[in-house]
């Protein structure tokens, strides 16, 4: 622990470092790291420098981040450098080193029962993890832990607590869905064969410098967590009667998880029957395209237009769920709605404004220059009617206490609107749009 309190990482919301190891008195400059690669029979030497790079050697070439340290050193596309390390003179991981480093940081924090609790948390995951019973838990409980609803600002936060206590979520928590069931475990110890120099990959991953990773996935629309198929050898009568009986308007055919056959469509069923009295199930299976839960749904939409369905595999490959173009327009119109709400509650406001109030008159109230109406914002509308000569001019019979509280709330949750993750908005927050809108909209004619 530093006396400026650096070492604080749990509260900063940060990845621990070699550094802080170096600064906490938990290594030294000069200390030699060893990986060993015992299913290939290859070991690598290193040393930690006194400005807390990891030199390997004898090339000589150094890295801030014990994984890209590691991956570059073996020539793999993926390792997790923290146990990859040992450090030799104590006969350890690196990782080990940095627990000690996280139970001294969080012992000597004052905010006991937010950052000692998460920690407690996380370490008791990773001890699960490390006997083979790694835990299990859904997104939404997940997030609880840091207090927070969905995948918003608090992600990075989130990732660095699970990477300080050597934990990934599989499949990765960022690209499903709420409430998918995620199991917090540690990362394969030889996750990849050894990549070529030219493709391994530039990003200091352990540090949180990875690429950034602002998108929507296959996996965010709906989760994959099974789903109803038909073997290749069975019946046109049984795919129709599974297919009415769950209303659904395609059907998979797999002969295995893992070794999908194609589909069923009510279309390609009627095609069938028409060009083929006596048709059988072969007759009606079309090709089905499948995507990785993780695949930006950007780069699917195509496939989706023409053929208005993909099977979705999990994280072991194995097809699990079904993605339609229904599946889209729901999540558009879930994304959207809250924006349109917004939209119209930004021109009503300042609607109003501009009708009962003049410019000199709002300027002061702003606290900020402004030039014309078109320049306010949210929290300058809560600003000036917050006033009350300027209440009192627009003449509503409403409680101003109340409806600066509830604008107040709104403004909260057009900035989190306005700051993209892939999580909707909930169903209460649309509605309190929903009616703040029909509210301004019935006394907007008393201003």
């Known amino acids: 622990m530093t006396a400026d309190g650096r070492s604080m990482y749990l509260i900063d919301g940060r990845r621990v470092t070699v550094p802080d190891l170096l600064e906490a008195g938990l290594l030294a400059p000069g200390a ?10 290859a070991t690598f030497d290193a040393t930690v420098t006194a400005a807390g790079k990891i030199r390997i050697e004898p090339d000589g070439e150094e890295f801030r981040s014990p994984s890209r340290a590691a991956m570059v050193a073996a020539g793999m596309r ?4 923290w146990r990859a390390w040992v450090v030799v003179a104590e006969q350890r991981l690196l ?35 490390d006997q083979g019973d790694p835990e299990r838990i859904t997104v939404r409980d997940l997030l609880k832990l840091w207090g927070v609803t969905d995948r918003g600002d608090q992600v990075g936060r989130i990732e660095a607590g699970l990477a300080n206590h050597g934990l990934v979520t599989s499949p990765g928590f960022r690209a499903v869905t709420l409430d998918t069931v995620v199991t917090l475990t540690t990362p394969p110890e030889e996750p990849e064969e050894p990549a070529a120099p030219d493709v391994l990959p530039a990003t200091e991953d352990d540090e949180g410098g990875g690429d950034l990773d602002v998108r929507l996935t296959v ?13 290749p050898n069975g019946s046109l009568e049984e795919a129709i009667t599974t297919m009415l009986l769950n209303d659904f308007s395609q059907l998979a055919v797999l002969s295995g998880p893992r070794n999908p056959r194609g589909a069923v469509t009510w279309r390609s069923i009627v095609q069938a029957m028409h060009s083929k009295p006596g048709a059988r199930l072969a007759d009606a299976i079309v090709h089905a395209e499948v995507v990785a839960y993780d695949r930006d749904l950007f780069d ?34 879930e ?22 109030l003049d410019l000199p008159a709002v300027r002061p109230l702003c606290g900020r220059p402004v030039d014309s109406f078109d320049h306010l914002t ?12 300027a209440w009192n001019r627009i003449g509503w019979p409403l409680d101003r206490p109340a409806f600066i509280a509830r604008l107040n709330e709104i403004r909260q949750i057009r900035n989190s609107v306005m700051h993209f993750h892939p999580d909707p908005i909930s169903e209460d927050t649309v509605e309190k749009l929903r009616h703040f809108n029909s509210l301004l909209h019935r006394y907007r004619t008393r201003a």
């Not at 030699?32 to 029979?41: D, I, N, P, S, T």
């Not at 699917?300 to 327009?329: K, M, W, Y």
């Not at 994304?335 to 009962?356: K, N, V, Y």
Request: aromatic fraction near 8%.
């Open 78 to 81: 993926a390792v997790d450098g």
């Open 219 to 231: 996996g965010n629309l709906k989760p994959v967590e099974g789903l109803a198929f038909i073997g």
């Open 32 to 41: 030699k790291l060893r990986f060993e690669r015992k299913r290939v029979g």
């Open 378 to 389: 949210f929290g300058d509308y809560q600003r000036i009617l917050e006033n009350k000569d």
């Open 300 to 333: 699917v939409l195509p496939t989706l237009q023409q053929q208005e369905f993909v099977l979705v595999t999990d994280e072991s490959r194995a097809v699990q769920g079904i993605v339609t173009t229904s599946d889209v327009a729901r999540r558009y119109g």
């Open 95 to 129: 990782d080990s080193v940095r627990q000690d480093f996280l139970d001294q940081a969080i012992s000597a924090t004052d905010r006991q029962t937010g950052d000692q609790r998460v920690h407690e948390r996380l370490r008791q995951a990773r001890t699960r993890a």
């Open 335 to 356: 994304m959207a709605t809250p924006f349109f709400q917004l939209g119209e509650l930004d021109q009503t406001l300042r609607w109003i404004i501009r009708c009962e």
